[in-house]
Every structure is written in C-alpha cells, then in structure tokens.
Nanobody, 120 residues
Framework: QVQLVESGGGLVQPGGSLRLSCAAS????????MGWYRQAPGKERELVAG???????NYADSVKGRFTISRDNAKNTLYLQMNSLKPEDTAVYYC??????????????WGQGTQVTVSS
C-alpha cells in the first residue's frame, strides 16, 4: 500500500516562508512525475508546481519566483519551499505523485492535504 504523507503547513504572516514536505512510503518500484496542488475555499484544485523524475520543473504563474519545488529521489520525498507568502496563497496543499508499484503498474497517488494560512 502506497501512502503520501505531507507535513510543514501552518499559519504564517504575509511575507513569511514555509517549507512543505511529502514523503512516499510503501511498496514503490519507481516514482515518475510529482507535484503540488492547492485548493482554496470555493475554488477548484490547481497545479502549483511540478517536477519530473529528471528534475525539470514547471510553476503556476502566480508562484513563479517565490516558490521552489524539489525532490530527493533516494528518499522518495517531495518539497515545496514557499517564500514571500501572500494571503492569496492560503489553501489546502496536496502532494501528487505518479508511482510504479511494479513495471507497467502505475497510478496517481494523493496526499491527505496540509493547510497553509497566510494572515496577519
């Protein structure tokens, strides 16, 4: 059974920083693309940042220059460094990963979500 467990959310003032982590555990053959999504109240879930197994990254325009996505393939762990946080970054952040449990057997997995609140 594969699980994604997120940590690092919380309450921070505008202009502050947070670092989210997402650890994948269980029977894992390999991990392909990984990403962070977020969902604010009354809004649809949106992609914040993604990273391939080779390290190529992409970001939503709203977070470019402020957020950095990275991964540790040896630990099957994904990170999101969030700087210069704004109130509009407030949302539940979800980790996503495309995981192979065996050759040819892959699917998307989601974490349980971690709340990020940016407020003074």
């Amino acid at each position: 059974q594969v699980q994604l467990v997120e940590s690092g959310g919380g309450l921070v003032q505008p202009g502050g920083s947070l670092r989210l982590s997402c650890a994948a555990s269980g029977v894992i053959f390999s991990v392909n693309g990984m990403g962070w999504y977020r969902q604010a109240p009354g809004k649809e879930r949106e992609l914040v940042a993604g990273i391939t197994s080779g390290g190529s990254t992409n970001y939503a325009d709203s977070v470019k220059g402020r957020f950095t996505i990275s991964r540790d393939n040896a630990k099957n762990t994904l990170y999101l460094q969030m700087n210069s946080l704004k109130p509009e970054d407030t949302a539940v952040y979800y980790c996503n990963a495309r995981i192979f449990v065996a050759p040819g057997r892959d699917r998307d997995y989601w974490g349980q979500g971690t709340q990020v609140t940016v407020s003074s």
